[in-house]
């Protein structure tokens, strides 16, 4: 395992932050921490970044205790971070030449690395650039070659799209997952969108500091009963009432609106507009999305 | 000092020399108001030669200490961020930014340096030379301060207070504005404490011992200033030890 948490805990004063946390990573996967914001994310990764110490519990990556080691650590991750860390006044090459004199690489070898680097993410023809002059999908290739420069063992991401517009953030997924497939990366990444956390090989769901589920995409959704129905509806209490009176169903309402989950959705809609005619305002089916999964283990939703 | 760590500091100066260059019209404000200052109250006073170290003494302070205000930020959401997830040791970054930042305001100070006949002053070279060292180590010290100042702060707005609070009190204790000669007896007093009257003290010992015969020793403004210099860096390295503010949120 590249990386290994075991009951890993912090607080802030008395605010627990994270609470008695054990996973571990396989390598050459994309492993996802979704949970929404203030689920103990931001915490987690200080935490595997080295940042942070822990309360209490340990981290081990790429056989290297974080707290203790933390120089070992650091050699052998590549973080990508939710704000920019590249400076602005710099050219793309000037800011890997920088960060890669860091890592004690340096000269002709430094050098070449750094077209192999850029090369790989597409951003060849731009190395002479600016950074101020880029644009935010292109300065976030240009985190991740940072990253990405001194051969880390394994690539940590802190909300890898925010800020992206949409063309940029699937372009963004693809890039990760060809990391992974074409050269064996493994990569971490914390998040709070959906598309993002359907790309991951294993996922773990996080609430309150708190593991909700593990597994990979499809085995959580397998875990929602069948279809998802969702009424929008002008009182989802009474409704809910008569729903259970009439059908023996358990509807959640989130939100404002109603949702449950039953195999066969399709025919449950016809008997449920017919049931209750005037009471509903609109009616949607989908099959399980990993935010019905959340919403089963903790009652709010993700975003 | 290992390779990795000579890399690390020379690249980090490397950076903020670079930013310099692609800013150079902030560099003109900096210089250009201290030289509109030291001319009208050099000349307000009728005494350019007495006011000149003050003026070179005050636009490097100022230089140095508030091109570290741009810690505070850079950890949040800059280029320091990915420093800090390096293997480079703290004390790299520190020596690196330290050096960088105090090398800029060094140049400052040499600038200003060239109005020196303006003040009717002709120093001969080696005095010039020594002038030179004794504004790199003010530059030093002040970039040191501003570091130790900044790593501990959250805001920009709570590191102006602070600068104001310390930078300017300090200064016009130092004898940049008066001669601890014509001074009250308590205020004497507070200049002998003050380290920075010791380096301006031995700025004018070179450029213009002719203004102010009534200063410290050169021996113990030597002292005072390298010490100085010297301590305040080693605190900064101490204070990066521990992880900055505003990354625990």
Redesign the interface.
Known sequence: MIVSVRNLTHR?GSRVALDDLSFDVAPGTIFGLLGPNGSGK?TLF?IL????APTSGRVTIAGFDAVRRP?EV??R?G?V?Q?????R??TVR??L???G????L?GAHLQSRISETLERLGLADRAGELVETLSGGLRRRVEIA?ALLAGPSILLFDEPSSGLDPAARLELVSVIAGLRDHHGVTVLLATHVLEEAERCDRLLLLHHGRRVAEGTPAELKSRVGGDVVVLEVADPEALRGRILERFGLQAQAVDGALRVEIPNGHRFIAELVEAFPGAIRSIGLHKPTLEDVFLDETGVSID | MSKDFGLAVTTLWWRELVRFWRERARVAGFVGSPLLFWLIIGSGFGDLAFFFPGAITLTVMVSATFSTMSLIEDRREGFLLAVLVSPAPRSAMVLGKVLGASTLAWIQGLVLLAFLPLAGLRPPAASLLAAALIIYLISFSFTALGFLIAWHMESSQGFHAVMNLVLFPLWMVSGALFSPASAHGWMQVLMQLNPLAYSLAALRHFLAPAADPHRPPLASSLIVTAGGALALVLLATLAARRHPKGSFA
């Open positions: 802030y931001s200080r970044t080295t940042m942070m120089d650091r050699r991750i973080v971070f704000s920019p860390s590249l400076d006044k710099l000037e800011n030449t920088a960060l004199r860091l890592y004690g340096w940072r």
